[in-house]
């Protein structure tokens, strides 16, 4: 029986996995000019189109990787082809549809571990801790390395972190912060998330939300003062010690009263918040 399409050759395959290492290594950029040299030479193959829904990932564009998987069902690796559509899902927000495809990813390829790891945050944001815990556990048995336990820290100790960041800005940072409150939630909701178009990462630590300071004036008409939020378990989740921890809710603090007061990179410089 024929293939169902022309394979790649070897030389192509190469470079497919040249493609991979340089987004392992973090060169996006090249990365999309390597795909997109082999899409021109071979446009359309399904074995490219995962690569190239890979990279649009990497670049924070989840619906260009769905429009990429269109028609790379029949590539070489299927349990790829879903997983990659379960991310795109995923960052989308659309939980449903990213839990359907990582099970099909994981009915091919049951130690896929970034699946099971998809999973247990799909999972959470779902409401089901059970199955949560559960495919964490699978992430982290076929690659403890990638997949560590979360940090356990108990809310009491998170707070005092908080609190710890806040009392660090400078003091007309924490004059303009009186009327807005910073909020510490498990994890963002979907609606928070939808607010925006496109959507903003499941995986955010932390968001303001309302209209910067340096855009309201006088003439405004009274409203409901905005709020910065936490994510706690993105934040538990990234980090591996508490040292690691108080540094990024610092960061995550700074950055998001930045947005509060509408400040660019420069201004954040001067306000002590770089």
């Known amino acids: 029986m024929s293939a169902p399409y022309d394979t790649l050759s070897e030389i192509e395959w190469d470079r497919v996995s040249r493609v991979w290492r340089l987004l392992d290594d973090g060169e996006v950029d090249r990365a999309r000019i390597e795909i997109g040299d082999l899409l021109k030479q071979r446009p359309g193959h399904p074995d490219l189109r995962i690569v190239d829904a890979a990279v649009a990932l990497d670049e924070g564009e989840p619906r ?25 899902h995923f960052e989308l927000a659309v939980f449903a549809r990213a839990r359907e495809d990582a099970q099909r990813a994981l009915a091919i390829h049951p130690d896929l571990a970034e699946a099971h790891d998809l999973l247990a945050r799909v999972f959470d944001h779902l409401g089901d801790p059970e ?31 908080v609190r710890e960041s806040l009392d660090e800005l400078p003091a007309p940072v924490r004059k303009k912060l009186a009327e807005w409150p910073v909020v510490v939630e498990p994890l963002p909701s979907r609606a928070l998330l939808t607010a925006e178009d496109p959507p903003l990462s499941p995986d955010v630590l932390g968001l303001f939300v309302g209209r910067d300071l340096m855009s309201r004036s006088t003439s405004d008409l009274p409203s409901a003062p905005g709020q910065i939020y936490l994510f706690r378990r993105n934040l538990l989740r990234v980090c591996a010690d508490r040292d690691e921890l108080k540094r990024e809710v610092r960061i995550t603090v700074q950055h998001e009263v930045g947005h509060l007061l509408g400040l660019d990179e420069d201004d954040l410089e001067r306000w002590g918040l770089a």
């Open 131 to 161: 199955h949560a815990l559960e495919h964490a556990a699978e992430a982290r048995a076929i690659d403890p390395e990638s997949y560590p336990p979360p940090l356990e820290v108990d809310d009491d100790a998170f707070d005092a972190l």
């Open 64 to 88: 260009r990787a769905l429009q990429a998987l269109e028609g790379a069902e029949r590539s070489a690796d299927p349990a790829l082809f879903f997983h990659l559509r379960a991310v795109a």
